[in-house]
């Protein structure tokens, strides 16, 4: 038998990289290491190519900006990393950078489709099948 979940307690759930915890009205969330994780990653003085060195530092950086991570959880989390960064010889700044250079990133997007109309579809039509596809129909309350 194969378990998927592992609750820790009625109110936590492990679920793949987090810990989810639910409150009274609430769910919080923080990161899931196993105790087995080595926090290895290429070392800065290895021969791979930058592009590989670089993929698990950015790797870091997008889940810390994407999780919904509040902000004493995202602050032990960066200094997770950097620890992580500072034992494999990079500069800890570079987490940072790379950081920053996501928030810009995701913040122009968020400008550009600012000025950007959408359309709504018309949902009063329905949907005509297509060969391959399967369609579920939502039952109207």
Same mark, same amino acid.
């Given at each position: ?8 307690? $009625? !109110?936590? =759930?492990?679920? =793949? ?5 639910? /409150?009274?009205?609430? =769910? #919080? ?6 105790? @087995? #994780? &080595?926090? @290895?990653? +290429? ?12 993929? *698990?530092?950015?790797?870091? *950086?997008?889940? +810390?900006? &994407? ?10 989390? @960066? $200094?997770?990393?950097? %620890? +992580? +960064? %500072?034992?494999?010889?990079?500069? &800890?700044? =570079? ?15 968020? $400008?550009?489709?600012? /000025? ?15 060969? /391959? ?6 039952? !109207? $309350?």
């Amino acid at each position: 038998m194969i378990r998927l979940l592992h609750y820790l307690d $009625d !109110r936590k =759930l492990n679920f =793949l990289d987090l810990t989810i915890m639910k /409150g009274e009205n609430e =769910l #919080t969330f923080m990161m899931f290491r196993k105790l @087995t #994780t &080595t926090n @290895t990653i +290429i070392p800065n003085d290895s021969c791979h190519p930058l592009e590989q060195k670089m993929a *698990a530092i950015r790797y870091f *950086a997008d889940r +810390i900006h &994407t999780y919904n991570l509040d902000q004493p959880q995202k602050q032990k989390e @960066t $200094d997770i990393v950097n %620890h +992580i +960064i %500072h034992n494999n010889k990079y500069n &800890t700044s =570079l987490l940072n950078r790379v950081y920053n250079r996501k928030k810009k990133h995701t913040n122009k997007q968020n $400008d550009d489709n600012k /000025g950007k109309k959408t359309k709504t579809k018309d949902r009063s039509k329905k949907p005509k099948p297509k060969i /391959g596809q399967i369609h579920v129909q939502r039952e !109207r $309350d």
